[in-house]
Each structure stands twice: as C-alpha cells, then as structure tokens.
C-alpha cells in the first residue's frame, strides 16, 4: 500500500508557529512519527509540503498518475478557500484522510467549513500530531474492507 500525505501552507512552520494551538512539534518530527507507523504497518508512505496551492494541485495530480492507494492531507487554510484543491481530490479519486492538527470546531467561525470534508472517508482532528498516524491506520483499515 502507498500513501501520500500532503500538507498545506504554513505547516512548514509548525514548532515555530502559535504554539498554543499547534504545540512545539515541527512538521520533521511528524514525519518521523508517520514513518514509524507506516513501517509498523507494512505502508510505503512519502510527503509532501508547499506553500502554494498550485504546487499542492499538480502533487494531488501527480499521486493519481502514481497510483497512489491513499492520501492523508492537512490543507491548512485552503481548507476553507480552495475549490481547485477540492476539485484536484475529486478528479484523481484516490481515497484520503483530512487531518487537522488543532480542533478546527473551536476555533474561528471561518474555519469551521471545510471544502474537503464531505468528500474524505474520514476527518481526524484536535489530537495534535498523532492525527497522522491515527488517520494512516483508519486508511489501512478503510482499504482492507
């Protein structure tokens, strides 16, 4: 099984940024984190990080050419703004995990919609950063039936 997981803007920051909301984990010790579990559960895993939404759509794009058996993404503020985000999940139809570090419910109005929700076979979020890896095994559960 191969699983791409995507992170939006600003996650790059993630240490360094509102650590009252995000902790001080940086988005390396995550990735170090999901690597773990994917070895734990025979997953070949692979990340990927931007900034840009066009960059974020052309990798969505790129995971269905690939064949990519699953996606984990945490589309940090595009969430809430991105219909060609959105589209770009639709058009490859992979099937993917939203994941939010923080709990988005508690949080500003605004980020209460998400473009991605009704779309995801699952949302995780509020946890800190074992969402990752508790939305990498209920993908591997999903896929297994």
């Known amino acids: 099984m191969k699983v791409l997981i995507i992170n939006g803007p600003n996650l790059n920051m993630l240490g360094k940024r509102e650590i009252s909301v995000y902790g001080e984990t940086s988005l390396s010790d ?23 939404e066009g960059e974020l759509i052309d990798r969505v ?13 945490n589309p940090g503020g595009y969430t809430h703004t991105s219909v060609a985000l959105r589209d770009a999940m639709l058009a490859v139809n992979i099937p993917f995990v ?11 109005e605004f980020r209460h919609v998400s473009y991605f929700s009704d779309i995801a076979i699952g ?4 946890l800190g950063p ?16």
């Open 30 to 52: 995550i990735e170090k984190l999901v690597k773990e579990k994917a070895e734990a559960l025979g997953i070949e895993i692979g990340f990927f990080q931007s900034n840009h």
């Open 61 to 73: 794009h790129k995971a269905g050419v690939e064949k990519a058996d699953g996606i984990i993404i």
């Open 98 to 108: 939203e994941v939010h570090i923080s709990n988005v419910a508690k949080r500003e």
């Open 123 to 126: 949302t995780v979020a509020g």
């Open 130 to 145: 074992i969402v990752y890896c508790l939305a990498l095994e209920g993908l591997a559960r999903w896929k297994q039936g």
